[in-house]
């Protein structure tokens, strides 16, 4: 079995992969001419061979994730014809990937481990990656790290004996609301991966044994790990996965303020903080992993992605958090805020410019060469009917 603490973390078409080994082919096409009597040779350069990527996948039967369901979500999307992105954890984000073969080695004698060796084959571009593997898989690691400091300060930080009954009810309360929200905020299910029916019971279970979880904080701080967890790989869109992260992002904002006049009120109003601080942190550290794998096309829209984390950030940093999961989340930013500044080359700019009253296909034309992103125009500018745009319209730079 692999040593777990060397494997590099990727995704391929939203679901996340970890690797252990891999290869890359690539090159450039060239034709050898020799001609009789002449002891030298002629060399004609026929262009660049599109790089293929080899991978070897692994599959265990982690906290994070059940066996067979993972293998069988992957297996799937393997399967697929449709072309999809590969997040490679050494070179990084990779366009229009497809799937050539793949090689399941899995040992009948010890289910809960196996490696997919897959071969992967570039469409209509060259298979060059847009952005730095070692960040992409750098975040991923350091949000494992969010994660556990998170954990920690709800096992060493939260405390409601039941003898205390006032304090035990108020916690069985405030994890009952925890429990409550993530059902609202994974509700819907239209982007939801296949382990929908495995989450409900994971839920259903914590509902089950909350009172015994607000007795025992190592429980529960590993409860709300898997349950971020859980939510982290719900969904096989990155957008959905950080939609449902920000509805985290106010959790306990509403809570009713204790006066802390007695030692009972003190751990009471203590408990709600370390609850809503960790919640609120975990939810950004995946806020920011989610956001690494988004489908950028504008600058704006990485503007408007950085906004809202870095709004999150700075409350967090403000708030009660405690000192080392800000540290932590300091580091995630950083890396975060260097994936942004490389997804920035390769994202299109937005432009405005002033027309007369023409057709979404002509302004196309005007400026691109070519009608066929006259669609595209009409929906970057909200114009309902596309044979009638005029006045200040953004367009796309490329």
Do not use: W
Request: hydrophobic share 40%.
């Amino acid at each position: 079995m692999a040593d777990e603490s060397r494997i590099l973390a990727g995704s391929y078409k939203g679901i996340p992969i970890s690797i252990t080994g891999g290869s890359i082919d690539g090159g450039r096409r060239k034709s050898i001419k020799v001609f009789p009597n002449r002891d030298t040779q002629s060399v004609e350069d026929l262009g660049q061979i599109p790089r293929k990527y080899s991978v070897d996948i692994i599959i265990s039967d982690r906290q994070d994730q059940d066996y067979f369901n993972y293998r069988n979500r992957l297996l799937a999307a393997l399967e697929s014809k449709d072309l999809g992105v590969l997040i490679h954890p050494l070179y990084g984000r990779v366009e229009r990937v497809a799937t050539t073969s793949y090689s399941l080695n899995e040992s009948y004698g010890e289910f809960g481990f196996a490696t997919v060796s897959v071969n992967f084959e570039i469409d209509q571009n060259l298979g060059i990656p847009q952005n730095s593997g070692n960040v992409l898989s750098q975040v991923s690691e350091q949000n494992k790290v969010v994660q556990a400091v998170c954990e920690a300060g709800i096992a060493e930080g939260f405390e409601a004996p039941i003898k205390n009954l006032k304090n035990f009810e108020d916690s069985v309360n405030k994890v009952t609301g925890f429990i409550d929200r993530v059902n609202r905020a994974t509700a819907f299910t239209g982007d939801a991966a296949r382990n929908l029916n495995e989450f409900g019971a994971l839920l259903g279970g914590l509902s089950r044994d909350v009172n015994s979880l607000v007795t025992n904080p190592l429980a529960l701080a590993d409860a709300v790990t898997r349950v971020f967890s859980a939510v982290g790989g719900l969904y096989s869109s990155a957008s959905t996965t950080l939609r449902t992260m920000r509805d985290f992002f106010d959790f306990g904002d509403s809570d009713k303020e204790i006066n802390p006049t007695t030692i009972s009120l003190v751990q009471r109003a203590k408990n709600r903080s370390v609850l809503n601080s960790s919640i609120q942190a975990a939810a950004l550290g995946y806020g920011f992993l989610s956001a690494t794998k988004l489908d950028y096309q504008t600058t704006r829209e990485i503007d408007e992605t950085a906004e809202i984390l870095e709004n999150q950030f700075i409350k967090v940093m403000d708030g009660e958090t405690d000192q080392a999961t800000k540290d932590e989340l300091a580091k995630q930013r950083l890396l975060f805020d260097e994936f942004l500044q490389q997804a920035r080359l390769r994202a299109s700019a937005l432009i405005t410019v002033h027309t007369p009253l023409t057709t979404a296909r002509l302004l196309a034309f005007d400026y691109y060469g070519s009608d066929a992103d006259g669609e595209l125009l009409a929906v970057l500018n909200d114009v309902e009917n596309a044979a009638f745009v005029e006045g200040d319209v953004e367009i796309l730079t490329v």
